[in-house]
């Protein structure tokens, strides 16, 4: 299972850090991601991060802004999301995936969303 939290609404430049918690695997097995979805929009790859924790991925959009991370002992992975726009407002899901790191939003398991709304 994977259980997201960390959403909120935030002004233009805020930040905010989402946190997934995994249970019943552990994330040296699996690449785990971020995947946000927008109203009307499709879903879009945020970030991931290899399951040996060295590779990670970031959508153009964010770079420089968003960081990718994990904390084994807690299972637990975090999106740190500095310098928020309004165009990140999105549900974001984490996921996980038996395989390589992922450009696109393809997982195996996902966790629920949580909103994240970010004001001008």
């Known amino acids: 299972q994977l259980q997201a939290s960390g959403g909120g609404l935030v002004q233009a430049g805020g930040s905010l850090r989402l946190s997934c918690a995994a249970s019943g695997f552990t994330l040296d097995d699996y690449a785990m991601g971020w995947v946000r979805q927008a109203p009307g929009k499709e879903r879009e790859a945020v970030s991931c991060?290899?399951?040996?924790?060295?590779?990670?991925y970031y959508i153009d959009s964010v770079k420089g802004r968003f960081t990718i991370s994990r904390d084994i002992a807690k299972n637990t992975v975090y999106l740190q999301m500095n310098s928020l726009k309004p165009e990140d407002t999105a549900v974001y899901y984490c996921?996980?995936?038996?395989?390589?790191?992922?450009?696109?939003?393809?997982?195996?398991?996902w966790g629920q969303g949580t909103l994240v709304t970010v004001s001008s």
């Open positions: 991060i290899r399951s040996s924790g060295r590779i990670t």
């Open positions: 996921a996980a995936r038996d395989g390589p790191i992922s450009t696109i939003p393809l997982y195996d398991y």
